[in-house]
Every structure is written in structure tokens, then in C-alpha cells.
């Protein structure tokens, strides 16, 4: 299955007119449980057991780079950067953060980037954040140089916390021209980003606004 999916990206990128040189196709992998509860028990060697597997399915099926996305632990992002490193292909750490700004593991975000830094070598490529809405992850990006580290954004649509958004019982689309703002002020703060996307409760009307809003501040 996954090797049937990376060959319709392939197709979808020939369609499209891109090569191989201007298109980056991307394994996305998520957390071993659930991504709003901490994984009890998980340390980085089990993850890396654990991860691996698919891993190199990712590598067999010839994805240029593994993303990890929705990361709440930061055991279980050095065991995925270490498993892509062992594999030989690049990774992408994705955090998401709770209402108090910090990863359920109780890290901030520079503690979890400069913790997974210091025990892979700083095997990333880059670390991005998602699942979290810019009024909580905008204040606690700062202007240090570790956030340099962060080269993406895929916000959910709305501010609620996860545990809100989970009981709803319906995706909550929140504002999509106030979101595509945000995300103008959070690049302007930060112009090395350049991977923006959606997250819960986005479609293609808030990634069309993100885009637009981007391109016409850039």
C-alpha cells in the first residue's frame, strides 16, 4: 500500500509538470498512541524499534524524507530521527503543544528541539510544528536562534484545546482569513520558514487563503 501511494504522488507530480529535482515526496508517520495522551513507557530505543518498520517500507518505497507529525514526547522523536538516520533518510520532527505551550512530556519547544538535537547529533532537518492553533504556538516561538530550527507550520483551524476539539463530534473550521493572517505575522517574525500547511479542521479553503495571503506579504 504505502509503495502504491508514493507511486500516485510520482504521478501526480509528472501530471503536474514537476521532476524529481523541484518535488520533495514525503513519508508521514505518526506517534505510536494517541497523540493527546503521553506515551507512558516509551523511551527513545523502543521508538526507534518500534518506528523503524515503516520506516524502511518509506526507504523501499523510494520517499525522499520522513516526517514525523503530532509529536508530543520527546523520546519518541529521537527514537524516529534515529531510526531515519539509521535508514539513511532525512527527518522531520512535527511537535504539537498543549494550552500551556508546552509538549505533553512537559518540554518547551526549545527544550524539546535542543533535547532531540543533543542526542542525534542534529539528525533533523528541521523541526516544524502542528495540531496546535498560532495563538498558542506563536507566543512560544520567541526570536532565540533555536527557532531557526523550525522550518514549517500546520495549524489546526481553531484555538480550542484538543480535548475540546475531540468531543465536539465535528471538525470546527474556525476562521480561515484570520488564520492565513497568522500565519503572515508568525513568517514575518520568522523568515526562514517556508513548509506551511493545515491541520484539524482545515480543507482547502483555509490552505488556499494561507497560500494567497503568503505569496501577496512575500
Known sequence: MNHK?????????????????????????????DAYQTNQGLTPKSAQAYHSEQIETFKAAGVDIVTALTLNTTDEAIGIAKASAQAGIPSVISFTIE???????????????????????????????????????????????????????????????????????????????????????????HPTMNVFGGCCGTDYIHVEKIGRALLAAA
Open 5 to 33: 501511494c508514493f507511486e500516485l504522488y510520482r504521478e501526480c507530480a509528472a501530471n503536474a509538470g514537476l521532476t524529481a529535482e523541484n518535488t520533495v515526496i514525503s513519508g508521514c508517520i505518526g506517534p505510536k498512541g
Open 99 to 189: 494550552k500551556n505551550r508546552k509538549l505533553r512530556s512537559g518540554e518547551t519547544l526549545k527544550q524539546a528541539i535542543e533535547i532531540v538535537d543533543a542526542a542525534t547529533s542534529s539528525a533533523p532537518a528541521y523541526y516544524m510544528i502542528n495540531c496546535s492553533h498560532p495563538v498558542d504556538f506563536g507566543p512560544a516561538l520567541g526570536n532565540e536562534p533555536w527557532a531557526n530550527r523550525i522550518r514549517g507550520l500546520r495549524a489546526n483551524a481553531s484555538s480550542l484545546d484538543h480535548g475540546t476539539l475531540c468531543q465536539l463530534g465535528h471538525l470546527e473550521e474556525g476562521n480561515p482569513d484570520e488564520l492565513a493572517n497568522q500565519y503572515v505575522d508568525i513568517r514575518a517574525a
